[in-house]
């Protein structure tokens, strides 16, 4: 393991939700944390850093086609989930990167399972896709504001603890099949605290190049700030799994998200360890026959 490896490790230990544990978000992480990791300045350097490792990366996954890589990063209104996309990726080929955003469900959306409008975006193999918000909407909005299950035309049940632990269930079963079939996949939750999320939606109002980022809807949701913290540490204890383990990231300083959320998908990437395809005799020698001939020209 190089010496920049083993500092990625380092640094995204403490953010593993191991499987089984019971988390409490406001008791078991500060949003304010960055590990003791490093300073905002190296925090620069490393970003750039892993943003070169990524690129090496993402070449070799597309040249060996065999695996895909799934990024799902959630979190609360203003947690910085587009920012971290943006400066996470930004030197990566966008040809072999997927975003998607999933807002409200259309109509055929609620006319098949609820899986189905995630599923039909997972990237194809050799390429890297993200999910801004993902299928753990359906155990975090729905279960904050259940009466959104009226929409969704499904067999009579009890929207009861029992109802969500199937939920939690079908999601583990899903990504373990995803997973079996090549699909790696990576969760990142980005943890904000209440005040800063008041800072950056005062920054939305009163900076008119932000204006356009900033909805009413995020006070109404702000409202139900404990409904939210409760359901995301119900997610976060029942679907991190030794296939799929989630990570907590302290979203406070944008500085650290960023660079936290490249080394854990770096960290991923180099379990895959993707590597150029090796040609057999046959295709090196038409290659031999063609460099001869290009030579000759």
Not at 62 to 67: K, L, P, R
Not at 137 to 160: M, N
Not at 225 to 232: I, L, N, V
Request: negative net charge.
């Amino acid at each position: 393991m190089s010496d920049r490896h083993e500092f990625v490790r380092n640094m995204i230990a403490p953010m593993r939700v191991h499987p089984g544990r019971r988390v409490r978000l406001e008791r078991d992480w500060d949003p304010g944390d960055t590990f003791g990791a490093l300073t905002k300045d190296q925090a620069g350097r490393r970003l750039a850093e892993g943003v070169e490792l990524l690129s090496d990366y993402q070449r070799r996954l597309a040249a060996q086609d065999t695996y895909a890589m799934l990024l799902i990063i959630q979190g609360i209104d203003a947690s910085g989930k587009d920012g971290t996309i943006k400066h996470v990726m930004s030197g990566v080929n966008p040809q072999g990167v997927d975003v998607h955003s999933f807002k409200v469900p259309s109509a055929e959306d609620l006319s098949h399972d609820y899986l189905w409008r995630y599923h039909r975006q997972l990237p194809a193999r050799g390429r890297i896709g993200i999910f801004n918000r993902s299928h753990y909407e359906e155990v975090l909005v729905v279960r904050v504001h259940p009466q959104l299950l009226a929409h969704e035309p499904l067999p009579a049940t009890d929207p009861s603890n029992r109802f969500w632990e199937r939920r939690y269930g079908e999601i583990n079963d899903w990504e373990r099949y995803l997973t079996a079939n090549g699909v790696h996949i990576v969760k990142v939750f980005l943890h904000l605290s209440r005040d800063e999320q008041r800072r950056r939606l005062l920054s939305r109002i009163d900076d008119p190049s932000r204006n356009w980022k900033f909805s009413p809807d995020d006070l109404a949701e702000r409202e139900h700030w404990g409904s939210y913290q409760k359901a995301y540490s119900e997610m976060l204890s029942s679907t991190s799994t030794e296939w799929a383990p989630w990570h907590v990231v302290p979203a406070d300083h944008k500085w650290f998200a960023r660079v936290a959320t490249a080394g854990i998908l770096i960290d991923a990437l180099a379990a895959i360890d993707p590597r150029y395809p090796e040609l057999d005799p046959e295709a090196r020698a038409v290659m031999a026959d063609a460099r001869r001939e290009l030579t000759a020209e």
